[in-house]
């Protein structure tokens, strides 16, 4: 028995094992790529784009004006018709082309993922990109196949779509956006985060080797002012947006009034609830999974935690135990778990909010780990004696925070689990199948995982409810919004 204690207890020294930066190809400075090529801003400008774990500048990136924005719209539109015209298959071999590229740039992909956003090259590697190229695959394969998604209806493209993407996940969440409005024929005018430009500006490289006709794909890196003329230009079709709930506002009362269609994944405060008959070990690896997975910057982590009051003590023991072996550092060491805060601003509002929790009484437990002293880090952090109404609970931090509250009956777990502006997503664990049912059926969520957490896959829809957002991405659902039904 004392020797098992004894092994469970040993903290492993890993020695570091770092992906190699010469994957990366990283040019000293980007352009605009507008109608096929890359093109100098006209009445934008330049800013360094930052790798997050070190403060390094990784490259200058253009930052589109209005008047980059309106020549990226004149391009997509001259493109729209040939594009909408080709026989749909033809379509599909373009998107295979793009998927068969990113696997081929994989590991170049996963670096610069990891060096621009601050992320684990394990999930970059192993996660964003194959995704990324998985999501490509399957709108591939839907292009000849979308009036079998809408149920023989006929259709049309929307035409010229404008897509604003967050920093998160980005190359996984361009693809998310252009894969449908490509397979359905619209063309795409695509505007990537201000701090993490460079996977989409390769992915620019990529529309080029794939021989994609020009204008169908354009790029228009910049800050929130090219995203906010985006989409108030004249010309553009469809809006799809992923990111704060009020940015997803501010669109949607600009396009009031106006006849572009509209998409808005926002925020979550996801519940991740955690049933007395639930295999606990099992679930302890899903809460890590759902809250520490990409530094908590996930719309839809298990930031709120929800334990049967039976079984909570042990829960929280297991779980402390657990977040004390993460690993906290590089990017891009492989045995990295917890990587960079994702900017300045976003480490700000995590800090901001977590000494808001303090103030309101919570119990804050962070893990004890070396940060480094350049760049953007925050430790993996518990919150306990949470009231349902403190801000840690409420609001979502999109970082490496979990609240916990405990609940007595599945009654009161559904009740707290919705008692949220958002719906995004939840989680549920019990070795009781109908018991997962029930209450799943029961939660006001996009998505509710079963016995795990963060599991995505390009033919599942994906979006939510109330204030995190409406329209689903993701299998045949996410067509619907990129075509006219007539
Ligand atoms: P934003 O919503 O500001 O950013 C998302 C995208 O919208 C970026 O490309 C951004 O450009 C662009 N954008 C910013 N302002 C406008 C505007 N007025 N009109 C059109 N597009 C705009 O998120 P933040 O980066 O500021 O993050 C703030 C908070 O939002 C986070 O703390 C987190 O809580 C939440 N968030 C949620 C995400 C999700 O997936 N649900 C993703 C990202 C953030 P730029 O980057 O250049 O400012």
């Given at each position: 028995m004392s020797a098992i204690v004894e092994r469970t207890a040993l903290r492993w020294d890993y020695a570091p094992a770092p992906e190699s930066r010469d994957a990366a190809r990283i040019a000293p400075s980007y352009d605009l790529f507008i109608g096929g090529s890359f093109v100098a801003p006209a009445d934008g400008r330049r800013a360094p784009t930052l790798?997050?774990?070190?403060?390094?500048?990784?490259s200058e990136v253009a930052f589109a004006g209005p008047g980059d924005v309106e020549r990226a719209i004149e391009a997509a539109r001259a493109a729209a018709p040939k594009w909408a015209g080709l026989p749909a298959l033809e379509r599909g071999k373009y998107l295979f082309r793009i998927a068969r590229l990113i696997q081929e740039r994989a590991r170049e992909l996963a670096v610069v993922e990891s060096l621009d956003g601050g992320k684990p090259i394990r999930e970059s590697r192993d996660i964003d990109i194959p995704l990324a190229a998985a999501h490509f695959f399957s709108y591939a394969g839907w292009a000849d196949k979308v009036s079998y998604a809408l149920g023989g209806r006929d259709w049309r493209p929307r035409g010229v779509v404008g897509q604003i993407i967050p920093w998160n996940f980005p190359l996984l969440m361009a693809a998310w956006k252009l894969g449908p409005a490509l397979a359905c024929g619209n063309t795409a005018v695509l505007k990537p985060a201000e701090t993490t430009p460079l996977t989409a500006l390769l992915l620019a490289e990529i529309c080029q080797e794939a021989e994609l006709?020009?204008?169908v794909v354009n790029i228009v890196t910049g800050d929130g002012t090219a995203g906010a003329a985006l989409v108030r230009a004249e010309g553009i079709d469809k809006i799809a947006f992923t990111g704060s709930t009020a940015v997803g506002k501010d669109i949607q009362r600009a396009l009031a009034g106006r006849p572009t269609a509209l998409t808005l994944e926002l925020g979550g405060k996801s519940a991740n609830i955690v049933f007395e008959d639930a295999a606990l070990d099992q679930a302890v690896e899903g809460i890590i999974e759902g809250i520490f997975f990409n530094q908590g910057h996930v719309c839809c982590a298990g930031s709120r935690l929800l334990l049967q009051e039976s079984v909570a003590e042990e829960v929280l023991r297991k779980l402390w135990e657990r977040m004390q072996r993460l690993r906290v550092g590089d990017?891009?060491?492989?045995?990295?778990?917890v990587g960079a805060i994702n900017s300045r601003e976003q480490l700000d509002r995590i800090e901001a909010l977590v000494a808001e929790g303090e103030r309101e009484g919570a119990t804050r437990r962070s893990i004890a780990c070396a940060l480094p002293e350049a760049g953007y880090w925050f430790p993996p952090t518990l919150f306990t004696d949470v009231a349902p109404a403190n801000r840690i609970a409420v609001e979502e931090i999109f970082g490496p925070v979990v609240s916990v509250t405990t609940f007595r009956s599945p009654a009161e777990a559904i009740e707290r689990a919705n008692n949220s502006a958002y719906g995004l997503a939840a989680g549920v664990w019990t070795d009781n199948g109908s018991k997962a049912f029930e209450v799943a059926s029961a939660l006001r969520a996009g998505v509710v995982w079963q016995n795990t957490y963060n599991r995505f896959d390009p033919t599942a829809a994906f979006g939510g409810y109330k204030e995190s957002g409406f329209g689903r991405e993701g299998g045949?659902?996410?067509l619907l919004p990129y075509v006219e039904l007539v």
């Open positions: 790798n997050p774990a070190t403060e390094e500048v990784l006709p020009d204008g990017p891009l060491d492989k045995n990295t778990d045949p659902s996410g």
